[in-house]
């Protein structure tokens, strides 16, 4: 019998870091397109960022790779389904990015992708570019090492996250044969802190609305009218005053009926998980203290408790030097963030009964919707969650941490709606990453380790299922 050389196939692995530096540059230049969702000068941008995310995809091995033009900003979509009998994973991402303004306080700038002290930075490293380019390596690197897939794999990309567009809605909505699968995946989210494996299992909705205030019929002379005439701008302020009382509670009637009081064992979880308040509110927040409702944890606050916030006001006069004028019209950006079980339009309704029936003598207050999203909640004993948590724990050599985050990510729920399927929210982001700031950053080490932690994921649900 003839002796060959013994061949073996790299593994995954091997794959993986034979390609960190190719990786590296393809990261850098897909943060080099500005793609910002929000400004219509960008447009040209966000079919380029679609058109990189399209190449990405069919390069790492996934068929039928196309860009559906909806409603609004592109879809980019493919799929490998190769891997009969096995689970299908439908992994979801956004190449869109926020804006760059205060554009002064960056170091480098924006869309120059720098490395500095291990961290890339430029807008959308960490939200959500590199996030989900991780996850395109690990599916590039699996074929590679094994020539297909573990499991069945869908996989899209959106283009206006960052903007609350319902493209992406629209589009779960009217596709569920084609998006079915047994679990989405989305790496948009961060670590609870560095080297510490993190599985979000739960995040807030929101209700975005536009309060629009109207007093008198035209703009009049503070002097000659001021003491009789209703003031727009004052009685908008006056009105998003009484929202709220001084510790932090929403006082618009119903607004907390429907919020669920998470469980026991999720309250004892979080307070095992070591915090360091003090630091947390110096370093991260910045402030001199925390506000928010007594009684509740700061995990709470921004956990499993609903918010009312004001996010800009406009109205009068605002420019250098001084106008005596009594404004007709005002108007206020305002949202809330909202847990289990509200409902986003129930919200939306008491805010709109509320402003009518208590704006101040003479002002009417117009509240309208801008975009909405419902919260979600996983449950941490599910069969994918769980391969989740030990691929994150093989990978990273430590427990996974549970815990949820403030922040939405509103596609969460229309796969829970529509298609029926938990997301499992496993992100590489780090709590300092400054998303939607200046210097936003994404971490190298998590770059990569978000490979091999999505690999390793991919490979244990393979060799979990029955082939
Ligand atoms: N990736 C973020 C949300 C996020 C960040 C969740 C960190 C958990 C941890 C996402 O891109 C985002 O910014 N979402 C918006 C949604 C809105 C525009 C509909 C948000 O939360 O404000
Ligand atoms: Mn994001
Ligand atoms: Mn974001």
Not at 339 to 366: C, H, K, T, Y
Not at 460 to 466: F, N, P, S, Y
Request: charged share 20%.
């Amino acid at each position: 019998m003839a002796h060959y050389p013994e061949v073996t196939m790299p593994t995954f692995a091997e794959c993986a870091d034979r390609e960190r530096m190719r990786f590296q540059d393809e990261l850098f230049d897909f943060l080099r397109i500005p793609s910002i969702s929000t400004l219509p000068d960008h447009q040209p941008d966000i079919a380029r960022a679609a058109d990189y995310a399209k190449q990405q995809l069919a390069q790492a091995g996934l068929e039928s790779v196309e860009i559906i033009q909806g409603s609004g900003h592109p879809l980019v979509y493919g799929e490998w389904l190769g891997a009969a009998g096995k689970p299908t994973i439908l992994f979801y991402g956004h190449y869109d990015v926020q804006p760059v303004d205060p554009i002064d306080e960056w170091i480098s700038p924006p869309f120059e992708p720098t490395v500095r002290d291990g961290q890339v930075y430029a807008r959308g490293a960490s939200d959500d570019k590199g996030q989900v380019l991780a996850n395109i390596k690990a599916l590039e690197a699996l074929r590679q090492a094994h020539g297909q897939l573990p499991v069945n794999v869908k996989f899209l990309i959106e283009g206006e996250e960052e903007v609350g567009g319902e493209a992406v809605s629209d589009f779960v909505a009217s596709n569920p044969a084609r998006l079915a699968a047994d679990a989405a995946l989305v790496s948009d989210t961060a670590m609870y802190l560095p080297e510490t494996p993190t599985i979000c299992t739960g995040l807030r909705g929101l209700v975005y609305t536009e309060w629009i205030a109207k007093g008198t019929a035209h703009d009049l002379h503070s002097g000659l009218y001021g003491g009789v005439a209703p003031n727009a701008v004052f009685g908008l302020v006056e009105m998003l005053a009484s929202c709220k009382d001084a510790s932090g509670r929403v006082l618009i009637p119903g607004f907390y009926d429907d919020v669920e009081v998470p469980s026991e064992a999720e309250r004892l979880s979080w307070d095992r998980i070591p915090f360091d308040e003090d630091a947390y509110r110096r370093d991260e927040v910045g402030a001199a203290t925390l506000t928010g409702e007594p009684g509740y944890s700061v995990f709470e606050r921004v956990g499993s408790r609903p918010t009312f916030e004001v996010h800009g006001i406009s109205g009068g006069f605002t420019g250098p030097g001084a106008k005596t004028v009594i404004p007709a019209a005002a108007a206020a950006k305002v949202s809330a963030r909202l847990v289990p079980s509200q409902d986003p339009l129930a919200i939306l309704r008491i805010m709109q009964d509320f402003a009518a029936e208590n704006a101040p003598p003479g002002i009417e207050i117009d509240v309208q919707l801008i975009h909405r999203a419902p919260a979600t909640l996983a449950a941490t004993d599910h069969p994918m969650i769980r391969t989740a948590s030990d691929a994150l724990r093989d990978t990273w050599g430590r427990e996974t941490v549970f815990i949820r985050s403030g922040g939405s990510i509103p596609v969460v729920g229309d796969f829970q709606e529509h298609l029926g399927i938990p997301t499992v929210l496993m992100g590489y982001g780090l709590p300092d990453d400054a998303l939607h700031a200046p210097n936003e950053k994404f971490s190298l080490r998590n770059f990569h380790m978000g490979i091999a932690s999505t690999g390793r994921f991919l490979e244990l649900l393979g060799e979990r299922a029955a082939g």
